[in-house]
């Protein structure tokens, strides 16, 4: 027979196993890199696998010249690219760069500071399933941090965020559409146009609490998405039935 404090144990162990994240507030101290490293080509991180370098917060770039401003880079202009299930962990993304961190499927980013952002510092190309960014920064993105390509969800934990023009966009005209969710949870933004932007015409929905802004012109901005490659039309800015706001205490736990 089952001894019930027992039980109540292991499941509160498997709680904890599953979900070490604490919330926190973000911070605007970017770590300083003790060294550069230049890559030929992306680091793979296979499905599963966690990629911390030798030396915690090195930073990684693509050499000199590799950031073209916003001409669109595919998976070979990474630096990253994380498998299902994969984590990169304490690392600086440098600005001789294009493409940052693509994920090719759901991907955990814990401490990865984007010193200057090029084309777009996270691309998620997830089918479904969760993906979380969590604790890092990026500054100087003149366009997207998070661009959400795939499907499912992503949940930005505890991320500084500064001269930027969105934090987190669905994808507005890719050419396959997906419903998508954004969380985004104690974030710190400093001067940019949008938190959050999503397509309500394919059911996106999105959640934004405790957050800290200054000098951001729109917390969540909503259009009229495509897969036809067109621009697509902004219809108006939350909240409402698929975008929430809310102010809650630190100590909450996340779910
Ligand atoms: C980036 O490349 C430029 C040359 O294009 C170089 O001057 C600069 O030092 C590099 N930055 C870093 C952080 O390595
Ligand atoms: C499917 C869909 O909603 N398509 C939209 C794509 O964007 C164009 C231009 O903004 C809209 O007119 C379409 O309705």
Redesign the pocket.
């Known amino acids: 027979m089952f001894n019930s404090n027992i039980v109540a144990f292991f499941a509160l162990a498997t709680l904890v196993g599953a979900n070490p994240l604490e919330r926190r507030e973000a911070t605007n101290v970017f770590p300083n890199p003790p060294t550069t490293s230049s890559l030929s080509k992306p680091i793979t991180v296979k499905a599963g696998q966690t990629f911390t370098p030798p030396t915690a917060y090195t930073r990684y770039d693509r050499g000199s010249g590799a950031c073209n401003g916003q001409s669109e880079g595919g998976d070979a202009d990474a630096v990253f690219l994380l498998e299902e299930g994969a984590t990169l962990s304490r690392v600086v993304i440098g600005p001789n760069q294009s493409e940052g961190v693509h994920c090719l499927g759901s991907c955990t980013l814990d401490h990865v500071f984007f010193e200057d952002v090029c084309e777009d510092a996270v691309t998620i190309k997830q089918k479904s399933g969760t993906s979380r960014i969590n604790y890092g920064g990026a500054k100087h993105a003149s366009d997207k941090v998070i661009q959400h390509n795939g499907g499912g969800t992503v949940i930005i934990n505890s991320f500084y965020v500064e001269d930027f023009g969105k934090l987190y966009r669905s994808c507005?005209?890719c050419g396959t559409?997906y419903t998508r969710h954004v969380q985004i949870n104690d974030v710190w933004a400093v001067k940019g146009k949008n938190l959050a932007g999503i397509?309500t015409?394919?059911g996106d929905t999105a959640k934004i609490r405790t957050t800290k802004v200054s000098s951001v012109s729109s917390i969540c901005d909503k259009?009229?998405?495509?897969?036809?490659g067109?621009?697509?039309?902004k219809t108006g800015s939350g909240p409402d039935s698929q975008v929430s706001f809310f102010r809650t205490l630190l100590a909450e736990p996340l779910i």
């Not at 259009?223 to 036809?228: A, C, D, F, I, Q």
């Not at 067109?230 to 039309?233: D, L, W």
């Open positions: 507005g005209n559409q397509n015409n394919y259009y009229t998405g495509n897969n036809s067109k621009e697509p039309t």
